[in-house]
Structure formats: C-alpha cells, structure tokens
C-alpha cells in the first residue's frame, strides 16, 4: 500500500514538471516572490488592524527598499454576536473584515492590480472585561493575518516583472 502511494507522488511530481510548473513563492531567483520582495511601499497604519496588516505583508514580501510599486488598503471590520448563554449573555463573537486593496506604480499612479479580500475569525466573551478585550484584539490581529496572506496569494498569482 505504502509503495502505491509512492509511486503515485512521484508519477505526480514528474507530469507537474512535465507541464511547466513552477512553485509561486518560491525565494530562489526567479520565483514570482523575489519579483515582488523589497518593491512595495505599504501605507502607514492608521489603527491597531493597520499596523497588524503592514506587519504581516512586509514579513511576506519584505519591506520596501527601493519601490517602484504602493499599495493602499481600506479595511472595514464588524462584529456580530453568534453565541447566547441560556440566560440571554453573548457568549461568543465573530470578527469580520474586508479589505478593498489597490496597488499602484509610484511615479503616475497608475493602478497596475487591485482586489478585495473577505475573511472572519470568532472569540468567546468570558465573565472578565479584561479577558474578553484582549480576545477581542487577538482575533482582530489573526483576521489581519489572514487578509493579508489574501492579498499576498492573489498579488503572487499575477506577473509583476
């Protein structure tokens, strides 16, 4: 059974290299990633979310060195109440976020890509404000996290060279 499986993984590997695949992030030189690293100037931050989302994309395509390219993002968050206790208490929140993004060139402004990203995440309210505040904040950074790794996979689907 095992070497079935083997064989299947390898038949596999070598029909992808046979029709040209080439692996997105790849940080060898070539690789849409390298293209794209030290390029793009984020905007500053505005808020909490802001800045945990200019985090995330410069940890994924470096921060800018010499860029030619800016990239705004418009970041909208709500929240809705999704679990009751029995004695009516909210007992659990998801997060929602959009990000409407728009990469620009530098010098004219010309819009070379733009896209919009969705995503949620959920924390519980406990019987602590403290608690539940920093929760609160938690999820809203791990929403920003996954926004971001969005935008990364969809600016590395298109060719920038």
């Given at each position: 059974?095992w070497?079935?499986?083997r064989?299947?993984?390898?038949?596999s590997?070598?029909?992808?290299?046979?029709?040209?695949?080439?692996?997105?992030?790849?940080?060898?030189?070539?690789?849409?990633?390298?293209?794209?690293?030290?390029?793009?100037?984020?905007?500053?931050?505005?808020?909490?979310?802001?800045?945990?989302?200019?985090?995330?994309?410069?940890?994924?395509l470096?921060?800018?060195?010499?860029?030619?390219?800016?990239?705004?993002?418009?970041i909208?968050?709500?929240?809705?109440?999704?679990g009751?206790?029995?004695?009516?208490?909210?007992?659990?929140?998801?997060?929602?976020?959009?990000?409407d993004?728009?990469?620009?060139?530098?010098?004219?402004?010309?819009?070379?890509?733009?896209?919009?990203?969705r995503?949620?995440?959920?924390?519980?309210?406990t019987s602590?404000?403290?608690?539940?505040?920093?929760?609160?904040?938690?999820?809203?950074?791990?929403?920003?996290?996954?926004?971001?790794?969005?935008?990364v996979?969809?600016?590395?689907?298109?060719?920038?060279?």
């Amino acid at each position: 059974m095992w070497l079935s499986d083997r064989r299947y993984f390898l038949l596999s590997l070598t029909a992808l290299a046979g029709c040209g695949f080439a692996p997105v992030y790849g940080t060898g030189p070539g690789g849409q990633a390298s293209t794209l690293r030290g390029r793009i100037d984020f905007a500053t931050p505005a808020d909490e979310e802001g800045f945990a989302l200019v985090k995330r994309l410069e940890d994924r395509l470096g921060q800018s060195r010499a860029a030619d390219l800016s990239l705004l993002a418009d970041i909208r968050i709500s929240e809705e109440a999704v679990g009751f206790l029995p004695d009516g208490e909210i007992s659990r929140f998801n997060v929602i976020g959009q990000v409407d993004w728009r990469l620009a060139r530098i010098g004219d402004g010309t819009g070379v890509a733009s896209g919009s990203e969705r995503s949620f995440t959920s924390y519980s309210a406990t019987s602590t404000t403290v608690a539940t505040t920093f929760a609160q904040r938690d999820a809203r950074r791990r929403l920003m996290v996954i926004l971001a790794d969005r935008i990364v996979t969809d600016l590395l689907a298109r060719d920038f060279s």
